[in-house]
């Protein structure tokens, strides 16, 4: 099988969404492995690193995890400014969550880079009981606007990893190949070239 070698990809990933949504959560989750029923409130924004190896790409992700309370609003194009992928997430136990998660949407839509890859994440999909928004409603919501759809659970690690994992993909999708393989090919082009000339 002819291999065109392993890109190497260093994205921003930013993560915006009402307090307590589990953004926090959700991060820890793919960082660590870990669950916290305690998740301590973020203070303005912390900062992870994680490296996911795919077949296509090996995408070293500086993961900025903003904190939802509106008091910090105001710092949140600082993080997304210069992102690659954002993920918007909202909380399926409450609706204001979904509404300022659309609102997340359109700021970004407005103003953030216009080739930033965008994620809706509809958490806390282990509290199935006290649900208010349809999965049908976030799924449409992000058909219509453009966004990569998951619902998930930083709880149960539901979808976490897959959330990650499409993120890398997409990235590794819309990053051009490496130069060494673009210089192959125009070498190869130079040669023949040549050949038809000095033959
Ligand atoms: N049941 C359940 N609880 C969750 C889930 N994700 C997070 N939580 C809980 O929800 C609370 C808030 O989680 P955080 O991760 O701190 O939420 P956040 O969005 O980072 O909050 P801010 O930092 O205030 O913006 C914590 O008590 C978590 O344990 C989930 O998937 N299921």
């Known amino acids: 099988m002819a291999r065109t070698g392993n890109k190497n990809i260093q994205a921003k990933l930013v993560l915006l969404g009402d307090m307590g949504t589990g953004k926090t959560s959700l991060v820890l989750r793919f960082v660590t492995g870990k669950f916290l029923e305690y998740q301590e409130s973020t203070i303005g924004a912390a900062f992870f690193t994680q490296v996911l190896s795919l077949n296509e790409a090996t995408i070293k992700f500086d993961i900025w995890d903003t904190a939802g309370q509106e008091r910090y609003h105001s710092l949140a194009p600082m993080y997304y400014r210069g992102a690659a992928a954002a993920v918007v997430v909202y909380d399926i136990t409450s609706m204001e969550s979904f509404v300022r998660a659309k609102k997340w949407v359109q700021e970004l839509q407005r103003q953030a880079n216009p080739t930033l890859i965008m994620f809706l994440a ?48 997409k990235l590794a999708k819309a990053s051009p190949s490496r130069p060494t393989g673009i210089k192959l090919h125009s070498r190869s082009q130079q040669n023949s070239r040549r050949m038809f000339c000095c033959s």
């Open 122 to 169: 509809g958490n806390k999909a282990d509290l199935e009981e006290k649900r208010k928004v349809g999965f049908e409603e976030g799924e449409q919501y992000a058909k219509e606007n453009g966004l990569v759809f998951l619902e998930t659970s930083a709880k149960t690690a539901q979808n976490v990893n897959e959330l990650f994992y499409e993120i890398g993909k």
